[in-house]
């Protein structure tokens, strides 16, 4: 079977129909299994259904295909026991169709007259793609893979409730951001490129409008769904051990999240042992440790590269922003106050219409370059007479 070609789906639904290890696994063995796979921590290195008897050898991005497709069946088959695998492709198409009706990029495809189970794999190769972009590439398997168990969980309420499913996914977002937010809170000393991660995530929701600069505060009795709880603690771990090591502080708040969803002590210390045995063992194989601190490097060079986009567009730069004196006001007051919400945003809006004036400039403008609009609002102060950095010494 090879998941990169058409007609995989077919095949891998008899193995599955053979092989029934997976449709019978409870629910903590189900998660268990899909943790130890890679597949929570956005690296899968097996796959759940057993698949690495065969000859193939399987890339990364085809065993998250093969992941995530068999935790979509065993969610239906939980629900569904004595209902074939075959309806479940029908189920979950209907799942991700009604999902992409409130999205910004629907799948443009499922009107063409292909099986069904080609539509699945179409649908399953757009979730998991690498994303081009400059920013987010660096980031596909760190922090937008990582969110792909909320396609699970979001299925998982499909089938419960039928309720809005936009609306749990909101909500289930807001979880996400909180979690990732306090563990960030948790750390002795935080670093400049944990605020990159915040802006990836927010490029990375759906459903939520992620607000770098709101503290989120998190509340425990938003779910009581013992998969949910699983994987918001395994995000916890991830996000703290962001840089490779996990602080006395940071342990202290993952155990004290698993106290309030009301999960025993072994569950958090078997969280935390498996995730640091996992990228211990699995280091070498996983994109995001190829280079010692990955964010830090990625935070570094992208620093250097706007500062020599910078340089190199300085004069009509200047030029740009003096036809705009407000912008030149507010830049220059940025440097010694904190701006408004309305002034940051019209900072943001300004900048972003010079960028689209000046061609070398444009990649702020791309999917993704908001992430580096932080930076280069730092250094065009840098840039402006000294008349209007003289404010930086008052208040």
Known sequence: MNPSASGWIKKHLRHLNKDKTLLNFSE???YHQLRASGFIYANSIKSISHLENSNFKYTTEELTKINILDSLL????????????????ETIILFYTHLEKKSTSPFSFLKLKISSEEKL???????????????????????????????????QEFLRSKKNIHLYLQEFEYL?????????????????????ILQVLKSSFRFHKLEITKEYS?????????????YLIDLA???????????????????????????????IDTSLVEMTSFFTEFKN?????????????????????????????????????????ELVILLSKSTHKNLTDEERIKVKSQLLDICKSIPSLAIFILPGGSVLLPILIKFIPQLLPSAFNENRLED
């Open 74 to 89: 065993f969610i239906f088959k939980q629900k569904n026991p004595q209902t074939s695998l075959e309806e479940a492709i």
């Open 285 to 325: 194989q996983i994109t995001y440790f190829q280079h010692s601190h990955a964010l830090n490097n990625l935070y570094k060079n992208t620093h250097r590269m706007v500062r020599l986009l910078v340089l190199r567009n300085k004069n009509r730069l200047l030029r740009e922003l003096f036809e705009s004196k």
């Open 121 to 155: 794999e179409k649908i399953l190769q757009e979730r998991i793609q690498i994303n081009n972009s400059i920013i987010k590439k660096n980031f596909s398997h760190l922090i937008t893979n990582a969110l792909l168990f909320i396609d699970i969980l979001a299925f």
């Open 28 to 30: 903590h063995q189900f």
């Open 218 to 230: 998190f509340n425990a009795q938003l779910t009581n769904d013992v998969l949910e709880k699983y």
């Open 237 to 267: 771990c991830i996000t703290a051990y962001n840089d490779e090591k996990i602080e006395k502080e940071e342990i202290k708040f993952i155990k004290n999240l698993g106290d309030q969803f009301q999960l025993e002590r072994n569950i």
């Open 176 to 196: 996400v951001a909180s979690i990732v937010y306090q563990s960030f809170k948790s750390k002795k000393e935080t670093t400049k490129y944990d605020n990159l």
